[in-house]
């Protein structure tokens, strides 16, 4: 299973009231949130992102609230993985569970630039920069982890 | 190798003699819960996943705080959609506007949470009830949605940090205070994935509201959970809340910590943390004049009746500022009741303060205090993320509730000793 697309990069301990700010939550349709996703720090992402893409952040990325509203408006804006230094534990859970693959590597965090062309491979955890012609490596998911993202999130995978 | 508070209660729940740090477990859940927020999403899951009933209807709990009483028409299909779900599936524990509060002011002070429990909930500070020795942490929707339907939940066993508080807090510095140094001390992520373990001679002469006010901010160390040691204050709040039956677990001698802190609670100075991390914890000699635009005093961090009655012994006689607007919000229907009954209420409105029904409100920038362009507030809250009271280019400041009080007065961010 893999992912390619090109990066939306960000810092440390982006949390998800930038990522989806709490005056939107009155709504759970991931359609709306992903309209206003992570208009609080960058206000061209929706404009900018297309189909694929992938977001590189360093530490701590999702800190703050559990709202699975977070993960919910990433996964719809299009974007097919994020890369992190670091997440925070309830973001890392919420995204496995949504079906929304995600990967620590502080290498790939540190030595991708904004625009990069970039594909991940689940299974081996290997990072491809296309652009700079480099490779990272990633932790790979375990396959239960891998099992729930093919079956699009938790609740799937616990049908069989 | 022993365990830790928390391992032990992990391994009860998992039916297992011992696990360590790093091992995978799947845990039997004493409480599920949600708020309006959360709760809809799960409840899709719910619904789409076809279930067709819960696990236990006494052990789930949906709070309507978040955007309630309902800010507009969306805020309100979501809490409706919570409510017919409780109602069709018997959920005993539903609490609606009339008897709800900040959930996490209104677990503890139902009975709902008592030590050893495994506790699960849809939002980040479900963490609050380590300070009754029970393991709590946050989740997203579907875990909920999941742990609604069987009744539990997965988890990778956590090491932890071990917190010895020795001392105790000179007057006008709280429990708030010695977690946002501590937040400062370790950073957003010093606890991240990790337990924190508050033990030693300070804990007990911290009362369960402090403790409450440090569980409940664990989160913002990263931390899975904040959980203290269980004494005599611990067993009497529970007993005056439920009949209940509990079980205390104390740490193994040789349990493994990562790191441990000492932490001389007599040391603590009035903190702030300033915008825009919890971590960025400064004491009053690191800062100049700070105007202000508005205080809130409330929230499942600061929200309790011992908050209420310290920000009053502040606001006694005195007015808030020209220019800054200060609102009050009681926890709970209980707590507001307290505070009207004791006489609270008119030394806030006397001050020109506003009191609100609870709600969690303009602490996630919901409604009922947001910030304009620019505006700052001073805030007993738990977060002063970019854009978490309102516009993004609004900043919030984190203290005490005799801090915020004292700020309220003066109009810029002010210790207690400025006014009193």
Redesign the interface.
Known sequence: MKACGKVHKYGD?V?T??II???Y????DPKELAAHCM???DTDFVKNVNKGDIIVAQ??FG???????A??AIKESGISCVIAK?F???FY??SI??GLPIIECPEAAEKIQAGDEVEIDFDTGVITNKTRNETYQGQPFPDFLINIINKN???NS??G | MGMTMTQKILAAHAGLDHVEAGQLIMADLDLVLGND??S??AI??FN??GFTGVFDTKKITMVMD??APN??I??AT?CKQCRDFCGKYDIEHFYDVGDMGVEHALLPEKGLVVPGDLVIG???H?CTYGALGAFST??????M??GMATGKAWFKVPSAIKFNLTGKLNKYVSAKDVILHIIGMIG??GA??KSMEFTGEGVHTLTVEDRLCMANMA?EA?G?NGIFEVDEKTIEFIKERTDREFTVYKADEDAEYEAVYDIDLGSIKPTVAFPH?PENAKTFDEFGDIKIDQVVIGSCTNGRIEDLRAAAEIFKGKKVADGVRCIIIPATQKIWRQAMDEGLFAIFMDAGCAISTPTCGPC???HMGILAKGERAVATTN?N????MGH?ESEVYLASPVVAAASAITGKISQPSEVV
């Open positions: 301990n949390d009231d930038v700010p709490a005056r939550l009155n709504t759970a208009e609080d720090i530490a701590n800190c703050g609230s559990s709202r699975e509203h993960p919910l670091t925070a534990r309830i859970r919420n569970n949504i999130g938790l609740l616990l049908k | 927020v959360t809809p999403v899709n899951e789409k996943a978040h955007f800010k507009d969306k805020a979501q849809a939002d980040s479900t946050g989740v997203g929707s579907t875990d949605c999941a957003v992520d991240l994935y989160i990263g899975k991390l996630l920038g919901g977060r993320f970019v854009g978490r993004p």
